[in-house]
């Protein structure tokens, strides 16, 4: 058994094998950039080794400083996690023609599927299901948009090399093909350094289906059943579940042995996930495609351990260390039904533009470490977190701006839904946006509920996700007015009268206006003191309400309203306030009358960038006109695209950056002038 690793990787996957590692008792080496020196992984393995500076490509990229802290420390294996080299080939035999153990496949098994198009020759040969394409060598434009053209609309740009759902473009129709294209290679290149692109039909509603693989140097391979990845935005994962809703014996059957096949025809070793497509369009009853193969330990892998009692984590450490698989096909069973939420620091209501800041609260579900008995599924953990942050730590602009991952089982996929509606309430997150309240739709609404799943689902339901902006409830309200009282009142010099902030006055009673702005506008309330020291009569929209505080500790509040005790905690955040009340977050912006006094309106006509990153395109020139809505740049930021669109029809009067610049959170980047 191997008794050292070094985990090439950071965040969560990091931490998660180290957790494993440190329960088979092998001794952990973490690797960080300068932006991670204090950072959760390195704090759970037993050493750590600095790489270099924060950007990727100079710390966690580097494979020949990996190999070299590896050897330093005596570690006798690399544990890739996912990301950054896992699926790098060359990286692999670096490993070996160092003497250390790629804990993976070996490079040939990652070079023979790193290309999409070479893996769907391979599968093609083994007689795996393929979708209808051009996965060839030739990359004129024009050829590619004939091959499209003969395909037919809409079709598929995928990145060759590439992985995550970036790289990838839907196109409608012929016409749109060459921007499509140029935007599909410009996301390749810079995420993969590789931009050539695969063509296939692109099926209206397909399901998203994978199955886990596991292969060892003695000639076993096992499937372990299979995970639905359907719901996704940008073709980016956002909740998985396994086992499938829906999936018969005889489909599962035939899934897992096709991913079998793709796994023996390249010879893989370790862990490894065959995805394919289920067409459920147009009557389809859920034809299987091959899709591709990632050669690595899946980030939705915890839903997979979760319905068979298997660590993954220590198969790859023993089959690495040349052990035969613990399991035969026969011997693996299904037990319940686990669903994965990723959190993510993003804003879903901007597009899921990713959130950089500190985490200056977070608050979770109980949930229990990760603990998996071999085969043993009958009583697993309700909610499990898979999190590489800690309050107070930061989500940077460098990295994946991913929270953790909420993983929940349940006898059934009834109870699973109950337990993850239950979790995400109970999270807790100030400093930056999350995708949390939108989770919360996703999982409560009547298409993921019922199973109605294909890719398309967001987008299908847009309305219903991202409803208009609401006028706050009348308890939130109450919530908010009790915390601004309740500071003023600690801030008050309790032994002078004059100073006293709890409502005595020699005439009359106290009346406090206050004025909260939520998205849907600004709430206006009134609160008159009743005299006993915590009752005031709350006024809003024309109504009277009695408002009782009982108790206020450290933001947690406890009000009693209108004859209805209630509690939340509210969390202040500068001129937010956060109210949490066990079923969801919402936030007002308290309206200060004193916060603000003698500031101007802010300067007009700029355009600034929504967060860090690089300008990849200038579409317009100085001094062009241009209309409401058109694009004028796009910016590169965490290896996604934004387009920076025109705000009205207008004019550009000065252009501010050039292509490959890197430009700040909030930089102006060209000068605007409205019509």
């Not at 109450?478 to 005439?507: H, I, Q, T």
Request: include cysteine; aromatic fraction near 6%; proline fraction near 4%.
């Amino acid at each position: 058994m191997i008794h050292k690793i070094l985990i090439a990787n950071r965040g969560e996957i990091a931490c998660r094998v180290a957790a494993t590692a440190r329960r088979m008792g092998i001794a952990t080496v973490a690797v960080y950039s300068d932006a991670d020196a204090g950072a959760k992984h390195v704090q759970a393995c037993d050493e750590s080794v600095r790489l270099g500076p924060a950007p990727a490509k100079e710390s966690y990229l580097c494979g020949d400083k990996i190999i070299a802290a590896a050897l330093a420390t005596g570690a006798q294996g690399i544990h890739p996690g996912y990301g950054f080299l896992s699926e790098n080939a060359d990286f692999a035999q670096a490993c070996a023609d160092a003497g250390l153990v790629f804990i993976g496949p070996p490079a040939s098994a990652i070079r023979a599927m790193g290309s999409k198009s070479a893996a769907k020759a391979l599968m093609e040969k083994a007689a795996v299901p393929l979708v209808p394409g051009y996965h060839g060598e030739r990359q004129e434009s024009e050829f590619l948009r004939g091959e499209a053209d003969r395909i037919g609309y809409p079709v598929l740009l995928k990145a060759s090399a590439g992985g995550g759902g970036k790289g990838m473009r839907v196109v409608e129709r012929s016409e749109d093909f060459a921007a499509a294209l140029a935007s599909c290679k410009r996301e390749a290149i810079s995420s993969f350094g590789d931009d050539r692109v695969l063509v296939e039909k692109y099926l209206t509603r397909p399901r998203h289906i994978e199955i886990q693989v596991f292969a060892d140097t003695h000639g076993n391979c096992v499937y372990l059943f299979e995970r639905d990845c359907s719901v996704q935005r940008r073709h980016q994962k956002v909740l998985e579940e396994a086992p499938a809703p829906g999936m018969t014996a005889e489909r599962r059957a035939a899934m897992g042995e096709a991913a079998v096949a793709a796994a023996r025809a390249v010879g893989y070793v370790g862990a490894g996930t065959v995805e394919f497509i289920a067409d459920y369009s147009n009557g389809e009853d859920g034809s299987f495609y091959f899709m591709e193969m990632n050669t690595r330990l899946q980030v939705e892998h915890p839903v997979t351990e979760m319905i068979t009692g298997q660590d993954l984590v220590e198969w790859q450490l023993r089959v690495a260390s040349g052990e035969p698989l613990p399991l035969k096909q026969d011997q693996l069973r299904i037990a319940g039904h686990a669903i994965e939420a990723r959190i993510y620091a993003e804003n879903p209501e901007k597009g899921f533009l990713p959130s950089i800041g500190t985490l200056a609260r977070m608050r979770t579900a109980s949930a229990v470490e990760f603990r998996l008995h071999q085969g043993d599924v009958s009583q697993p953990a309700a909610v499990r977190i898979d999190s590489g942050v800690r309050e107070g730590d930061a989500i940077s602009p460098f990295y994946d701006p991913m929270i953790a991952k909420l993983i929940v089982w349940g006898a059934d996929r009834e109870a699973a839904l109950r337990n993850m509606s239950r979790a995400l309430a109970q999270y807790q997150v100030v400093g930056l946006a999350t995708n949390i309240g939108f989770l919360q739709r996703l999982v409560a609404g009547a298409a993921f509920s019922q199973a109605d799943l294909d890719t398309g689902l967001i987008e299908r339901h847009h309305e219903t996700l991202f409803p208009a902006p609401a006028a706050p409830a009348l308890e939130t309200l109450a919530f908010a007015a009790v915390a601004v009282l309740n500071e003023e009142g600690s801030k008050s010099d309790k032994a002078d009268p004059w100073s006293s902030a709890n409502g005595w006055r020699m005439n009359g009673k106290l009346l406090r206006a206050l004025e909260f702005a939520g998205d849907a506008g600004a709430a206006r309330l009134q609160l008159e003191y009743a005299g006993d020291g915590n009752s005031w009569t709350l006024l809003t929209g024309g109504a009277s309400h009695a408002l009782r505080i009982e108790s206020v500790t450290s933001g947690a509040c406890s009000i009693t309203l209108d004859g209805r005790l209630l509690r939340a905690d509210v969390v202040r955040e500068g001129e937010l306030l956060h109210v949490f009340d066990g079923r969801a977050q919402r936030s007002l912006r308290y309206a200060d009358p004193m916060a603000h006094a003698g500031h101007s309106e802010a300067e007009g006509g700029r355009l600034t960038a929504p967060m860090p990153g690089k300008i990849v395109a200038v579409l317009v020139e100085k001094g062009g006109s241009v209309d409401k809505g058109a694009p004028l740049l796009i910016m590169e930021a965490m290896k996604m695209e934004h387009t920076i669109a025109a705000p009205a029809d207008g004019t550009v009067e000065d252009l501010l950056y050039a292509v490959g610049d890197q430009v700040a959170e909030g930089a102006q980047l060209l000068e605007f002038k409205a019509a």
